[in-house]
């Protein structure tokens, strides 16, 4: 598995090999770099494909860059199958935001704080509380959530 620095859209516009309407160059991008087996480039295939920039909407294939790029520990890739499973696997939903929590991602901590409140027992009420306050620093949502859980108690 190659590494490359952070291949995402925001580095390519920031580095002018894009511009805002560029998708269609992009996901080409994207997919020559997953083709090559860059890690960052399956999960923006991902993403790519979650939203339908530069592509077609294809839920089907977003999990499968993203599976592909969550398997080697893209804590983003993790992060947003247990967005994409949410409604459909808890189950899946939460083994995913845990993993991507593991490695300290920010939206995956707050999302499974959100879901260990979901299904309303102390326990988890008090780990929610524990992990929306890791990561309210740099997530203002967690930051408002955690202010009506104190408020509650």
């Given at each position: 598995m190659r590494k490359w620095p952070v291949i995402g859209r925001k580095n390519l516009l920031r580095w002018g090999?894009?511009?805002k309407e560029d998708d269609h160059l992009a996901f080409s991008?994207?997919?020559r770099s997953s083709e090559l087996d860059f890690?960052?480039?399956?999960?923006s295939l991902g993403y790519m494909y979650e939203q339908g920039r530069g592509t077609s909407k294809n839920i089907y294939e977003a999990e499968r860059y993203y599976l592909k790029a969550a398997n080697l520990n893209h804590a983003s890739?993790?992060?947003n199958l247990g967005?994409?499973?949410e409604h459909k696997d808890e189950v899946k939903s939460f083994f995913w935001y845990s993993r991507a929590a593991?490695?300290?991602h920010p939206r995956a901590v707050c999302n499974l704080a959100l879901a260990q409140l979901a299904r309303h027992t102390g326990k988890n009420e008090m780990e929610s509380v524990r992990l929306l306050s890791i990561?309210?620093?740099v997530h203002t949502r967690a930051k408002k959530i955690l202010s009506r859980l104190l408020n509650d108690f």
């Open positions: 090999l894009l511009n991008f994207f997919k890690l960052g480039a399956h999960c890739a993790q992060c967005f994409l499973y593991k490695q300290n990561c309210t620093p």
